[in-house]
């Protein structure tokens, strides 16, 4: 099993920053691929960004594209999602995933193996 569990969330004005950081634990062999996705209420969960775990290849969402940089820290087991400008449509639940596999879409959340419980991100106007 892999835990997965985020911090750094919170509230913020519109236009600031924030970083979210996903700290995973227990049997992280094999684990090839990390993301965020977010979720607000009546709305499907969506993908934020995702990083590979062995070239660091890393992908985004158009919604972030430019705003928003995923990153990880292979010695502390953690990935990082600095998100900058923030708009008040970034206002959701904010959640990390692992992928233990090879293939399919990246911004499918039924891809992934693993999630963590999520964090709040609220971006005031």
């Known amino acids: 099993q892999v835990q997965l569990v985020e911090s750094g969330g919170g509230s913020v004005q519109a236009g600031g920053s924030l970083r979210l950081s996903c700290a995973t634990s227990g049997y992280t062999n094999g684990i090839t691929a990390m993301a965020w996705f977010r979720q607000t209420p009546g709305r499907e969960r969506e993908g934020v960004a995702r990083i590979n775990t062995g070239d660091s290849t890393k992908y985004y969402a158009d919604s972030g594209e430019g705003r928003f940089t995923i990153s990880q820290d292979n010695a502390k087991n953690t990935v990082f999602l600095k998100m900058d400008s923030l708009k008040t449509e970034g206002t959701a639940m904010y959640y990390c995933?692992?992928?233990?596999?090879?293939?399919?879409?990246?911004?499918?959340?039924?891809?992934?193996?693993?999630w963590g419980q999520g964090i709040q991100v609220t971006v005031s106007s």
């Open positions: 995933a692992a992928y233990r596999g090879v293939g399919g879409a990246w911004y499918i959340r039924y891809n992934y193996n693993y």
